[in-house]
T-cell receptor, first 114, second 113 residues
Framework: DAKTTQPPSMDCAEGRAANLPCNHSTISGNEYVYWYRQIHSQGPQYIIHGLKNNETNEMASLIITEDRKSSTLILPHATLRDTAVYYCIVRAPTLKNTGNQFYFGTGTSLTVIP | DGGITQSPKYLFRKEGQNVTLSCEQNLNHDAMYWYRQDPGQGLRLIYYSQIVNDFQKGDIAEGYSVSREKKESFPLTVTSAQKNPTAFYLC????????????FGPGTRLTVL
């Protein structure tokens, strides 16, 4: 699976949009981009995923560049409860017994400031 | 309510003892996973199982063992062979052919004294 690069930390003012970048320059054509977040001492939570089109759900929007080498997760109106570590994962879904893992890196620690 | 449960939340053991961490899900998911997380680090995959009675090693399986006798249960045993067992352990499950979304339990923090 392709590696991803994320900034180690970011701050965002409460009520403003939080834009979290992710670089995945070696992404393959069949690999999806996934975002998860982990609030301190809890299990990660799925946010969103996409292949090449922009995606939006009740939690966030995912913007993937046309060349698919980078993406941005957007939290439109950040709240204090959005303070967490955000993981960008690139993965090719597969039926094989191996290679079906999600590889979590160190992510971006987002702090929402009052 | 459907979900994944891990028990206990905090666990203390003496060095040299084996310990088994529980993971149960009632989501009817085929796939289940065990991860380990150390302070300030991401998650690393220990073992995963895509179907009952079958499981695969992840990236850091040494010193751990699992079983998958029932769809709902995927216990992890941390053996005395694991050199640095103190960590936060997370269990997850997923459904569908490609498992696009993993659902995580609350985790068990294991401390070996």
């Amino acid at each position: 699976d392709a590696k991803t690069t994320q900034p180690p930390s970011m701050d965002c003012a409460e009520g403003r949009a939080a834009n979290l970048p992710c670089n995945h320059s070696t992404i393959s054509g069949n690999e999806y981009v996934y975002w998860y977040r982990q609030i301190h001492s809890q299990g990660p939570q799925y946010i969103i995923h996409g292949l090449k089109n922009n995606e939006t759900n009740e939690m966030a929007s995912l913007i993937i560049t046309e060349d698919r080498k980078s993406s941005t997760l957007i939290l439109p109106h950040a709240t204090l409860r959005d303070t967490a570590v955000y993981y960008c994962i690139v993965r090719a879904p597969t039926l094989k017994n191996t290679g079906n893992q999600f590889y979590f890196g160190t992510g971006t620690s987002l702090t929402v400031i009052p | 309510d459907g979900g994944i449960t891990q028990s206990p939340k905090y666990l203390f053991r003496k060095e040299g003892q084996n310990v088994t961490l529980s993971c149960e899900q009632n989501l009817n998911h085929d796939a289940m996973y065990w991860y380990r997380q150390d302070p300030g680090q991401g998650l690393r995959l220990i073992y995963y199982s895509q179907i009952v009675n079958d499981f695969q090693k992840g990236d850091i399986a040494e010193g751990y063992s699992v079983s998958r006798e029932k769809k709902e249960s995927f216990p992890l045993t941390v053996t005395s062979a694991q050199k640095n067992p103190t960590a936060f352990y997370l269990c997850a499950s997923g459904s569908g052919l490609f498992v696009n979304e993993q659902f995580f339990g609350p985790g068990t923090r294991l401390t070996v004294l």
